[in-house]
């Protein structure tokens, strides 16, 4: 199995630099970034003090600005993490909010996401709703986000090398639900318990591959990718 690439200006840098035009394909990669990033961002809102609602206004409003001041332009992976330019933008959109008494419509260039409010708060009051402050709420939020993505991709390699049963029994997909013991899995896949344990260390491993890969994508060198591996952990701990 690949491990993560020499080369980190991969794939969502691209997206991030290309959401800086004004064609349809800008139009589709600012769509990506705001449905990869409204989870981590809404929870950022949330315990900011904003309601549902004013949370996914505040998300969306943020989202267009980004659009029409050409925000994405000045990115790049030489300035900086995607993830401190989101959260400082977050928290300079929130403060002009507040002090705005009259929120102004908007009606302007990036289309609603669609996403499940009721969903993305469970979410949220599930996750994050007790970190201490608005920051450690988006890294709690993005954390498990980039884990989840990186376990997605797990699947489809374990479904592809007709692993999926073994992957399904270890990494459960209800939330708080352990994988069974070792010897009662042995029994119902079929397998050895040693054979099962080599394979459970080999996915995991694997998993912590693809998370890497997942943070790759963000940065541009490989201290740096220590270091978001590092907040990622933190992120989990609280």
């Known amino acids: ?6 080369q980190f200006l991969t794939t969502r840098w691209s997206v991030v630099l290309a959401a800086t035009g004004d064609d349809s394909t800008a ?3 600012l769509d990506r970034l705001c449905r990869e990033n409204w989870s981590p961002l809404y929870a950022f809102a949330r315990r900011w003090g904003c309601s549902p ?6 998300v969306q409003g943020f989202m267009e600005s980004l659009l029409e001041r050409r925000s ?3 990115v790049g992976p030489e300035k900086g993490r995607f993830r401190s330019f989101l959260l400082a933008g977050m928290r300079n959109h929130l403060s002009d909010v507040a002090a705005r008494a009259d929120a102004q419509k908007r009606g302007g260039g990036v289309q609603h996401v669609p996403l499940d409010g009721e969903a993305v708060e469970e979410s949220y009051l599930a996750m994050a709703a007790q970190m201490p402050t608005p920051e450690r709420a988006f890294d709690r939020v993005w954390a498990l986000g980039i884990l989840e993505k990186a376990k997605a991709k ?6 592809a090398s007709g692993k999926g ?6 990494f ?11 010897a009662t899995l042995s029994g119902r896949l079929g397998m050895s318990e040693t054979a099962l344990r080599s394979l459970a260390m080999r996915l995991r491993r694997r998993w912590r591959e693809l998370i890497r890969a997942e943070l790759a994508e963000l940065v541009d060198n490989r201290a740096a990718l220590d270091e978001e591996m590092e907040c990622v952990q ?5």
Request: proline share 7%; net charge negative; aromatic share 4%.
């Open 154 to 159: 797990l699947a489809e390699e374990c479904a």
């Open 165 to 170: 049963a073994v992957f399904a029994a270890l």
């Open 72 to 74: 994405l332009a000045g």
């Open 172 to 182: 459960p997909e209800k939330d708080g639900q352990g994988p069974e013991d070792y």
């Open 53 to 58: 609602h004013d949370a996914e206004d505040a």
């Open 234 to 238: 933190a992120a989990l701990m609280d």
């Open 1 to 6: 199995m690949a491990s993560v690439p020499d």
């Open 27 to 29: 139009q589709a990669a």
